[in-house]
């Protein structure tokens, strides 16, 4: 399978964005989908994750409230939708697959390339 992520882009403060999340090939119901994010030095950060059959959701507490997790099984499209940003979110998101749920990029098996988010006055 090939993932490939869009939607990114540069916004102020507060505004939203949704990122989507395209996979080429079969996603199975026991995948777990998920985004993470990465600024320059730093490791890619756990964002949010969901259970591809079922639909359970994992969001990190650090955007908790503000990102939603979603998909389309039909389309088979995950979905990041992104609210009340800020300039902390800004990061290249990426969009990976996991044949079990994790938080921890290392379980990750498939990724697709990034897309940057940028939020500044």
């Known amino acids: 399978v090939q993932l490939q992520a869009s939607g990114g882009g540069l916004l102020q403060p507060g505004g939203s964005l949704r990122l989507s999340c395209a996979a080429s090939?079969?996603?199975?119901?026991?995948?777990?989908m998920g985004w993470f994010r990465q600024t320059p030095g730093k490791e890619r950060e756990f964002v949010a994750a969901i259970r591809w059959g079922v639909g359970t959701t994992y969001v990190a507490s650090s955007v908790e409230g503000r990102f939603t997790i979603s998909r389309s099984t039909a389309q088979n499209t995950m979905y990041l939708q992104m609210n009340s940003l800020k300039p902390d979110d800004t990061a290249v998101y990426y969009c990976?697959?996991?044949?079990?749920?994790?938080?921890?990029?290392?379980?990750?098996?498939?990724w697709g390339h990034g897309t940057q988010v940028t939020v500044s006055s």
């Open positions: 090939g079969r996603v199975f119901s026991s995948h777990v």
């Open positions: 990976a697959r996991a044949n079990s749920y994790s938080r921890s990029q290392n379980d990750y098996r498939v």
